[in-house]
T-cell receptor
Framework: GDSVTQMQGQVTLSEDDFLFINCTYS??????LFWYVQYPGEGPQLLLK?????NKGISRGFEATYDKGTTSFHLQKASVQESDSAVYYC??????????FGTGTTVSVSP | EAAVTQSPRNKVAVTGGKVTLSCNQT?????MYWYRQDTGHGLRLIHY???????EKGDIPDGYKASRPSQENFSLILELATPSQTSVYFC???????FGPGTRLTVL
């Protein structure tokens, strides 16, 4: 079945560091992919959406790139702030059903 | 922006008891979803619905029932709660899934 894999469970950074989170997916077609962010005490919220038509998404300083050749979908930010501390989920759209969430990457940014 | 609310926000239940978690959305979305969130598993889909009167099984439906009496409301029902169902439960609505704030359930 369809799946997404986030190998990095925890990332610890200082402010102004570069953030890179790796995600790979497995499916028999070309899905729409998302990054969701979850702040403490809240539900997940949509950060970025990338389709096969555009291959890249940008929002709030974050950039996600979709590589169909390597079935990867990375999230990056050039300079993180303490307020970026959160859990980031790579998510695959099954097309009409529900979303498949990765296990999440906890990003901790110290001032 | 879509508004999704959940009640209760926190619940302590006893093993074997019945628990009902409620979700309400005000954005007239057809699709609604129930997930549970556990450390090491991310979010896992329990049940979902395409509209009033519809419920579908997700990836981990065992031990849970769902009810969608109206466009706005979607409930998750644990008929016989067990300690393994201790978790944080999230409701979401819409194709791009606006999430509620979650319900923390503890089954003793």
């Amino acid at each position: 079945g369809d799946s997404v894999t986030q190998m990095q469970g925890q990332v610890t950074l200082s402010e102004d560091d570069f953030l890179f989170i790796n995600c790979t997916y497995s499916t028999t077609w070309y899905p729409t992919l998302f990054w969701y962010v979850q702040y403490p005490g809240e539900g997940p919220q949509l950060l970025l959406k990338v389709t096969t038509a555009n291959n890249k998404g940008i929002s709030r300083g974050f950039e996600a790139t979709y590589d169909k050749g390597t079935t990867s979908f990375h999230l990056q930010k050039a300079s993180v702030q303490e307020s970026d501390s959160a859990v980031y989920y790579c998510v695959l759209d099954q097309g009409g059903r529900a979303l498949i969430f990765g296990t999440g990457t906890t990003v901790s940014v110290s001032p | 922006e879509a508004a999704v609310t959940q009640s209760p926000r926190n619940k302590v239940a006893v093993t074997g008891g019945k628990v009902t978690l409620s979700c309400n959305q005000t954005n007239n979305h057809n699709n609604m979803y129930w997930y549970r969130q556990d450390t090491g598993h991310g979010l896992r889909l329990i049940h979902y619905s395409y509209g009033a009167g519809s419920t579908e099984k997700g990836d981990i439906p065992d031990g849970y029932k769902a009810s969608r009496p109206s466009q706005e409301n979607f409930s998750l029902i644990l008929e016989l709660a067990t300690p393994s169902q201790t978790s944080v439960y999230f409701c979401a609505s819409g194709d791009e899934q606006y999430f509620g704030p979650g319900t923390r359930l503890t089954v003793l």
